[in-house]
């Protein structure tokens, strides 16, 4: 591939998810173009290559093949990641895939050995790693500017449950939100996790947990280094989309607050009053999004190792896993049971 | 125009602004379209047509008339303003322009005259009155949350200088720089200004007082129903882009502070640290320019009056030129001097 | 007691928290005076009771029963306060008794059977109850504006471990620190805690490990509602005494920050600086530590029931009891196996 | 004096400031003692030494020579604070003396005449220099590590007017609260000021107004080194006591923000809400005032200058004039016109 010319990706599914990825490919990332696009619903895909002023492949197949896709995304339904990740990886393509790489461990492996096999590149679509301010975080504990980190602290909240159709087929909340937060958690200690414990209860919606689901969450995970990690998560915050991440240490604290949705404030005899937090991730990840490619774009070009591997995607199931087993065996669990 | 079809605008003069409103307007806005660019830099015309997929066209007169240009953007350097807003007004077709309108009191009163004459649609780019943040800070007054003002603080200090040859051509601070200002002190009081103080300083780069300009200057306004408001600039601020209001009355105070770049933060024994400010309006105002744009297609289309008129641009060089003769005469100056 | 006379306190022990205590009701109280000190350091006694006006009795008994004590403050080492509490409550004068009552579950009954017999008041001085920003916290609660609760988090950080022989007298971590937030819980959710699971580490100092207590823990409670309680603990903050307490809810948030030292700041192109937290508790709780004294005046004087009971103290401890537990059975422990 | 003996302070005049001055001396300030009291209110002076455990003196003169008074705190009416003063200094002990010295600009020659042939010890109570919010401020200008300064901004705004009788005997709003931020301005920029600008208005109440005086102003003041301050005040905050002090250099900005009255907030659907500010001085300067105390103890016991002189209250009272003939005059004022 030239130094220059753009890196042609095809995406796969175009969703809320991957229409959002198709048009940061298509506009916002310098050095990637979109190629292609290809979705099981025909209509919406041809809505958004028109949109975006590329083609839509008749077949997943075909835009995985095509001679002008350089590189594949895949952000179809959860069901379908490994068997599209193992026909990508069979042609040597890079390839972004979107988070759970699937809900089972063996499926995982299956995906993971394929993409072993092919001395492929896969980066997994874990976003948050690439926001400014949690990536702040971060970078103070591996500075060392903290000193031994000791306690982490993560806040998830969505500000709305995801229709229960989809809740049914998600794996539950600790594979379909924690698991962000259980990435988090490895990524800014960089310790791995041996041990979780989690609790759970329904305090959101009765239709949830009829579901089998949870609502409200917390998790304790202890890291091989010592640390221990603290989760809370809630399918429902009335105010926006609450993400927070705090890690503390020996020498001092580095945390990501909640930017506000604007910074106006008023000041009354009644008090002061500012504003909400943004909606929900379109608004509040955006920066990671365009970061999560730049770095997709960066590694691809340079044969750099990917930002966020397959391991990581692994793991993050791995840590759900236990979490399940935890919340249902009423103890904590060790990551060694699990695989 | 149809109820559905985009609005297509055309886009005269595409360097750093222009070229800026030609991305928002081909990929940002909805129900906006872009039609075709011109700029006298041929090149730089072709450049942005083919990296936006729209025509270059061989003259500004050709865009402006062409029957696929439903709508005109003028963006080019300012002594052309009026010549180009004169011709566009002559076509009765929606015009957007640039601040400032002209530097020279008896030009603007030239373009405004073709503007009523043809009836047609004219709006300012004065895009701070769309930033969120201030404008929840005019809402605050006009909701008569705040009571009666007494009070207006704004602060507008730039990262760095532009070029002193753009110096040169601009005005000087009052005129290109503060003649935001005086426009947010008239959109947050609703109030005419009366009387204008002004007192400056070299302090950022003796050469831009070589140049006949200023680099520091404060402004005291009076306004008709008695608030004063005050302002400060600067040319070169250390931390980024500094830009502030606040608006103090009888029952409180609404103010917008800056946003960091990040909200990530830290804390040790030796304090605690965050991020620096956006560094420059590309960064700080992105959602001050969608919301312009949003407002011009929308008024265009229900043909509303337009949100920032020819006359609030008139009056900010009024009080630009007042800023100029009371820095230079050592005095407060009334407005209804200047005319 | 008339109802203007103040009310007379004498004060049982005047280390660092009974010397604040005798210095708070001598001068900063309205409506309390000081009575008269007592503590087996005869030496200390003398220069406190110097320093603010008051006489050193001969012994601790002389103190309860002077007929100028109208109310007594229990402030000596904690296996001294069951006994003080026992012959305070014969006399039947109100009592205020710095936590933890005991740290033993049986010895704190024979207390609270004690001052049940003789009908006379009891207030436990845990203080954080009285600070304005947790208290606004439990507010938003109350009002029901926060809907019904979710998730409470709380944490806590000194900012340096006591003496290891204090430590080794202490209960360790859940009886000496956690008792502070295991209050803090019930006062803010308004619920019994039903289940605890507490997982702690030595991360600050091995010699806490050596002497058999934790320096970092973090602990999850489940509450009679449902409510999910997080805690976190550690012994060491190098930035200050770090107190934050946080209620979530179907309609929102309600949270109390920590103040910064000062509000002074300063922004480069490195980024923006500011203070750090207040060092430890006698900065940060200050209002707090007047605010129960007020308490107690009000109370007292007029007949109401005690602001911080006797059982609440003994809540607290029964918490404690349950973290050790399941820290050392590495499982959730319900209260109702401890008493 | 010994070198462990407390400073034995003299009040004269203990009304609602000078009463708060005794309690600090009496209570607070390690290294003072509160010798006596007096006032031309006997009660009042009786109530106050009865509360503090002082005896209250017969006459200002009996206070000023007895033997055991050490130190002079002169907070009586303006209209008495210079003869207090002249006698006080011929007795050579040191003085404390509330701000204004005098209206009468001969009025404070007479004084600080009588301070410098006595060789005595005058420490102005210009309190917010002491504030460590505000003091931060300074202290980034001295580093150095704002580089050279350009603007600096002043905010202060009371919460209520004073009684119409006092404004009538204040010397109007320039002399009684700009004085303060006229000292902030040279405190902060280390350079007198050259050029004042002032331009007022009546907003508050009317009856100011004819009083003579005004409720709402800004001032512009031209510093020798070429730094620019910009000045606001009004007499009502219906939120509180606004106070913030920022300085804008080469490299960066430091500031002071306003401290909340306690750090609780709120989230909901509807946005933030957070607490106000602290009432007024009593509350938001507490700290000022202890350590501008402490600052005169160790000034007085190791003979070092004062912090707060006698030339820095004149130079107060010298741009107070200046503003009061520009505001009546239209036109900046020279501070050389004054005297």
Do not use: C
Request: net charge negative; hydrophobic share 45%.
């Amino acid at each position: 591939m030239s130094a220059t010319a753009p890196i042609r990706v095809g995406v796969l599914g175009v969703g809320r998810i991957g229409g959002m990825h198709a048009a940061l490919v298509a506009r916002e990332v310098p050095g990637l173009a979109l190629a292609a696009v290809y979705d099981t619903d025909g209509a919406a895909a041809r809505t958004v290559a028109d949109e975006l002023g590329a083609p839509a492949a008749p077949s997943a197949d075909e835009l995985i093949g095509h001679v002008d896709v350089d590189a594949i995304a895949i952000a179809s339904s959860t069901d379908t990641h490994v068997d599209l990740l193992v026909a990508a990886a069979a042609t040597g393509k890079p390839v972004f895939l979107e988070k759970p790489i699937s809900l089972d461990l063996a499926e995982v492996d299956r995906g993971l050995d394929a993409v072993t096999r092919s001395g492929s590149f896969l980066q997994i679509g874990l976003n948050r790693r690439f926001d400014p301010a949690h990536r702040s975080v971060r970078d103070a504990v591996v500075s060392g500017s903290l000193g031994a980190l000791h306690l982490v602290r993560i806040t998830s909240r969505d500000p709305e449950p995801p229709p229960l159709g989809y809740i049914e087929v998600s794996g539950g909340i600790f594979l379909d939100m924690t698991v962000h937060d259980f990435d988090m958690a490895r990524f800014v200690t960089g310790s791995e996790v041996e041990e979780v414990y989690a609790r759970g209860e329904v305090r959101v919606d009765a239709a949830i947990g009829e579901a089998g689901d949870l609502d409200t969450a917390v998790v304790t995970l202890r890291h091989a280094d010592g640390t221990l990690t603290l989760i809370d998560n809630s399918r429902r915050s009335a105010y926006g989309y609450d993400q927070r991440v705090e890690a503390f240490g020996e020498n001092g604290v580095a945390a990501s607050d909640n930017p506000l949705l604007h910074t106006g404030f008023r000041r009354t005899a009644a008090g002061t009053t500012g504003a909400v937090l943004p909606h929900f991730f379109v608004e509040r990840y955006r920066a990671s999004y365009l970061e999560g490619w730049s770095a997709f774009e960066r590694a691809v070009r340079h044969g750099d190792e990917p930002p966020v591997t397959g391991a990581d995607g692994r793991h993050a199931l791995v840590l759900g896993l236990a979490a399940w087993r935890s919340a249902r065996e009423e103890r904590p669990v060790r990551t060694s049971e699990i695989g």
